[in-house]
């Protein structure tokens, strides 16, 4: 047992050596797709602002369209009214001169309101736009540098774990697949005693365990962080 408690200690120090570089190695690909999520978004965002521009340029050809159709039905009416030949065809005919002023005057004040939105939307189109170019020329740059990062990441996590399968070879199945579940679950689930306290959680250890510890004759654990103790005796032995 003892000396699998010290191939343990070996393979976890060898582990925590590498753990920032597991760190970055996972963080990688995470900001690479909250990047592309990001680009999506705003890809699908400048989709529906051109799709609105679109809408609102021909809302305002319609009005613009009625507008004119109303001027001409003015010109029409005052025709009418020169061309009257009793009181009553004159007072339609004013009513329908009223009735297209009215008209004009409303077609004239929502293509303008229009016109005021369609230059907004404009102007958002162009920071959306500007967005869109830079978060993607990002991602593209993110893409390369990564590449290169993961590749040099690679080869120093390699060089940091070359012989860890011949020390975990050294160590019983049973025992490494507890360390590698607490590893997955807790930093340095291996920790060296050099007193009477877990270096980890700073708590007293039962006096009997410290004992315990020295002999090396089974793996114990914390009883109150539960990561994996061996006594520092027992790697200078």
Do not use: W
């Given at each position: 047992?003892r000396?699998?408690?010290?191939?343990?200690?070996?393979l976890?120090e060898?582990?925590?050596?590498?753990?920032?570089?597991?760190a970055e190695?996972k963080?990688?690909?995470?900001?690479?797709?909250?990047l592309?999520?990001?680009?999506?978004?705003?890809?699908?965002m400048?989709?529906?602002?051109r799709q609105?521009?679109?809408?609102?340029?021909?809302?305002?050809?319609?009005q613009?369209?009625?507008?004119?159709?109303?001027?001409?039905?003015?010109?029409?009416?005052?025709?009418?009214?020169?061309?009257?030949?009793?009181?009553?065809?004159?007072?339609?005919?004013e009513?329908?001169?009223?009735?297209n002023?009215?008209?004009?005057?409303?077609?004239?004040?929502?293509?303008?309101?229009?016109a005021?939105?369609?230059?907004?939307?404009?102007a958002?189109?162009v920071?959306r736009?500007?967005d869109?170019?830079?978060?993607?020329?990002?991602l593209?740059?993110?893409?390369?540098?990564s590449?290169?990062?993961?590749?040099?990441?690679?080869e120093?996590?390699?060089q940091?774990?070359?012989?860890?399968?011949e020390?975990?070879?050294?160590?019983?199945?049973?025992i490494?697949?507890?360390?590698?579940?607490l590893?997955?679950g807790?930093?340095?689930?291996?920790?060296?005693?050099?007193n009477g306290?877990?270096?980890?959680?700073?708590?007293?250890l039962p006096?009997?365990l410290?004992?315990?510890?020295?002999?090396?004759?089974?793996?114990?654990?914390?009883?109150?962080?539960?990561?994996?103790?061996i006594?520092?005796?027992?790697?200078?032995?």
């Amino acid at each position: 047992m003892r000396e699998e408690l010290v191939a343990l200690a070996k393979l976890a120090e060898m582990d925590d050596s590498a753990r920032d570089i597991d760190a970055e190695l996972k963080q990688i690909p995470q900001r690479l797709e909250e990047l592309r999520s990001s680009v999506q978004m705003l890809e699908t965002m400048l989709s529906q602002e051109r799709q609105q521009l679109t809408e609102a340029e021909a809302l305002k050809a319609q009005q613009s369209a009625e507008l004119k159709e109303r001027g001409e039905g003015l010109q029409r009416a005052r025709k009418k009214i020169a061309q009257s030949s009793s009181i009553r065809e004159a007072d339609a005919a004013e009513r329908e001169v009223e009735a297209n002023r009215r008209a004009i005057k409303e077609r004239e004040d929502e293509i303008g309101r229009i016109a005021q939105a369609i230059e907004a939307k404009k102007a958002s189109l162009v920071e959306r736009e500007k967005d869109f170019e830079d978060t993607k020329s990002s991602l593209q740059a993110d893409q390369e540098t990564s590449k290169a990062r993961v590749a040099e990441l690679e080869e120093q996590r390699s060089q940091l774990l070359h012989g860890r399968d011949e020390l975990a070879a050294k160590v019983s199945k049973a025992i490494v697949k507890r360390y590698e579940r607490l590893k997955t679950g807790i930093p340095n689930a291996v920790v060296i005693i050099t007193n009477g306290n877990c270096p980890a959680c700073r708590m007293a250890l039962p006096a009997q365990l410290t004992i315990d510890l020295r002999r090396a004759d089974e793996l114990h654990q914390c009883p109150h962080c539960r990561r994996i103790i061996i006594h520092k005796s027992v790697l200078e032995d």
